[in-house]
Nanobody, 114 residues
Framework: VQLQASGGGLVQAGGSLRLSCVAP???????????MNWYRQAPGKQREFAAS???????DYADSAIGRFTISRNNSRKTAYLQMNSLKPEDTAVYYC??????WGQGTLVTVSS
């Protein structure tokens, strides 16, 4: 497994979750050069971009994530994170992490109940 996503679960609207994406097979020097992305796919919908963080720490967010989600990375742990606050039922989806949009994790399910 090249990317392992975790941290999903069931949460009530307004709650928070933190997703993690580990690249266990990367060596530190490789991981630090990669852009890490989070995408999500809701039931019956296409996969959509959620957030990204570049090797220099530059971040980008989908409009729906601005002000609620925060992406970060810890290169020494070869891990990217997605902190999600003020969750809404429409955030319900399988969340996928990717590295340079070339390598993908298996996804972690986030369910937000109303």
């Amino acid at each position: 497994v090249q990317l392992q996503a975790s941290g999903g679960g069931l949460v009530q609207a307004g709650g928070s979750l933190r997703l993690s994406c580990v690249a266990p097979r990367n060596i530190f020097s490789v991981f630090s050069t990669k852009t890490m992305n989070w995408y999500r796919q809701a039931p019956g919908k296409q996969r959509e971009f959620a957030a990204s963080i570049g090797s220099d720490g530059t971040v980008d967010y989908a409009d729906s994530a601005i002000g609620r989600f925060t992406i970060s990375r810890n290169n020494s742990r070869k891990t990217a994170y997605l902190q999600m606050n003020s969750l809404k039922p429409e955030d319900t989806a399988v969340y996928y992490c990717s590295q340079d949009n070339q390598i993908w994790g298996q996804g972690t399910l986030v369910t937000v109940s109303s």
